[in-house]
């Protein structure tokens, strides 16, 4: 039997309600095709407009096989691009940033502009045609101050991500910030392991003691769960609404992204061991309440975020492998915050930095576990689990989508 039908057979008899089986999260077959259907092709978060502020800042990531490099070109538009040589496919640019008047390969000094097209290629004969070895680019879009790229040849509709949270986002301002920190974990499970964990705070008292010194524990702070219903969190919404501030929970018909603001628990500001802001100076001049919470952004598969009155905490999920996962964490404050006039780096990362090494040993205990031929898939909590059910509804709805309408086969089970 082909992988195909092997996958659809699985998704079509998984019990409602329950984990996935071994497979979904060891398999090496299944991994591959996770990225073929998934990875390959919906939008990506990779980064921010700020870590590329001037023309000729690049920076470089690895999408499964795929490297990348996004870089700002001279009329000041951001661009990603297929960090493979069009001579011989050495990599270009090998550093994780940098800054260059132009792209040029190491290997045998093919020179490309900023926006990828080959400028110069040493001795290549008379016949030879620049414009048709220009670098080959990948779909780039921007919204309020985040880069999403997307790898696919046709890539889908980025619009619908676009009219939700643009009105959201768009008061903090996250153009005119700089990234104060910046964190890589390697977590040792599967990519959806990982949003498992995050999808839920079911956990969050017996693992996370400095996250839960400001972040709700309830089942509703997650959206999916009767926020609309929590007096708390209506009455948050309502307020910040009054004063300007898009809240309300929404989520596209898809289940992929969703975007909300939602109360700290009360008195909290910001993600601090007391509560209070970790940076004087305003993340962004066009927000002066005080007490908004943090606004939630998911988009599925790459990225979760906060962002508070003082700083936005950004996290990048990508894929390393059948059992590896990226986790990377970066702390955006206002460009003219100082450190050491304005916040204090460890007061400021202190939270997250700790919560995300516990993540880690939650998703790499979790994995150990599932590995056991003794393993079943267990059922989710219905009261404090409702994320992580419908990350999985996501997941489990996609893949059947796009499986039932590929058509070449694609491995073979042994």
């Not at 998984?14 to 398999?27: C, M, N, V």
């Not at 910040?240 to 628990?265: N, V, W, Y």
């Not at 994320?387 to 491995?411: C, H, I, S």
Request: proline share 5%; aromatic share 10%.
């Amino acid at each position: 039997m082909d992988l195909r039908s092997e996958v659809l057979r699985k998704l079509k008899t998984r019990r409602d309600g329950h984990s996935l089986e071994q497979a979904f999260y060891t398999d090496p077959d299944l991994y591959k095709l996770d990225l073929e259907q998934i990875w390959y092709r919906d939008w990506l978060f990779i980064g921010h407009d700020c870590e590329v502020p001037k023309a000729g800042n690049y920076f470089t990531i690895q999408v499964g096989d795929y490297p990348v490099v996004v870089t700002r070109d001279r009329q000041g538009t951001v661009r990603a691009l297929h960090n493979s040589c069009r001579h011989r496919g050495s990599r270009v640019c090998a550093g994780q940033k940098g800054s260059s008047a132009k792209l040029v390969c190491p290997y045998h000094q093919w020179t490309y502009e900023l926006d990828g097209s080959l400028l110069f290629a040493r001795q290549m004969g008379e016949d030879f045609d620049k414009a048709v070895h220009s670098l080959k680019p990948i779909a780039c879009e921007t919204v309020g101050g985040y880069i999403f790229i997307c790898l696919a040849d046709e890539p889908i509709d980025f619009a619908p991500m676009r009219d939700m949270v643009t009105r959201y986002l768009q008061p903090h301002n996250l153009k005119d910030t700089k990234v104060a920190f910046e964190s890589t974990i390697i977590e040792k499970g599967n990519w959806k392991l990982v949003w498992e964990n995050n999808r839920e705070c079911y956990h969050c008292a017996a693992n996370h003691p400095e996250l839960c010194r400001t972040y709700p524990e309830a089942p509703t702070a997650t959206g999916v769960q009767g926020a609309k219903d929590d007096p708390v969190i209506a009455e948050h919404w309502a307020r910040c609404e009054a004063t300007g501030l898009p809240s309300e929970f929404k989520i596209d018909h898809t289940g992929q992204f969703r975007i909300a603001r939602m109360p700290l628990i009360e008195g909290a500001e910001s993600y601090t061991m007391s509560g209070a802001r970790a940076v004087k100076r305003q993340l962004s001049d066009d927000v002066s309440q005080s007490h908004i919470g943090t606004l939630l952004m998911f988009h599925y598969p790459s990225t979760w975020n906060h962002v508070l009155a003082d700083h936005a905490i950004t996290f990048r999920v990508l894929p390393l492998g059948p059992e590896l996962t990226q986790v990377t964490t970066k702390w955006l404050v206002h460009k003219d915050a100082v450190e050491g006039v304005d916040y204090n780096l460890d007061e400021l990362t202190h939270v997250w930095t700790e919560t995300n090494d516990q993540d880690r040993q939650i998703v790499e205990e979790n994995a150990f576990g599932i590995r056991s031929p003794a393993y079943q898939p267990g059922p989710y909590s219905p009261e404090h689990e409702g994320g992580v059910m419908q990350f999985v509804e996501w997941y489990v709805n996609f893949m059947q989508d796009r499986l039932k309408g590929a058509t070449a086969p694609l491995f073979k089970v042994a």
